[in-house]
Nanobody, 115 residues
Framework: QVQLVESGGGLVQAGGSLRLSCAAS????????MGWFRQAPGKQRELVAT???????NYADSVKGRFTISRGIAENTVYLQMDGLKPEDTAVYYC?????????WGQGTQVTVSS
């Protein structure tokens, strides 16, 4: 049973930074993409950022220039560096990994940005 374990969430003031991490265990093979989604209370889950096997990245317009997605050397890890956080970034952030078999989700980590 593959598990995605997220960490790095927390409470931060507006303008601050957080770094989210996600590690897969056991290892996932033939990864097509890794990404982060978020869901705020009363809203649908939305894409934040993805990175594919070739290293190409994609960002939601709302986070461009503030968030950076990257993959770890182990390749089964993905990070989300979040700078210039805003109260509207408050949400539960989910890690998502897709391969040739299907896709996997983490349990989520809470990010709260105070004004």
């Amino acid at each position: 049973q593959v598990q995605l374990v997220e960490s790095g969430g927390g409470l931060v003031q507006a303008g601050g930074s957080l770094r989210l991490s996600c590690a897969a265990s056991p290892r996932i093979f033939s990864i097509n993409y890794m990404g982060w989604f978020r869901q705020a209370p009363g809203k649908q889950r939305e894409l934040v950022a993805t990175i594919n096997s070739g290293g190409s990245t994609n960002y939601a317009d709302s986070v461009k220039g503030r968030f950076t997605i990257s993959r770890g050397i182990a390749e089964n890890t993905v990070y989300l560096q979040m700078d210039g956080l805003k109260p509207e970034d408050t949400a539960v952030y989910y890690c998502n990994v897709g391969n040739t078999v299907g896709d996997y989700w983490g349990q989520g980590t809470q990010v709260t940005v105070s004004s």
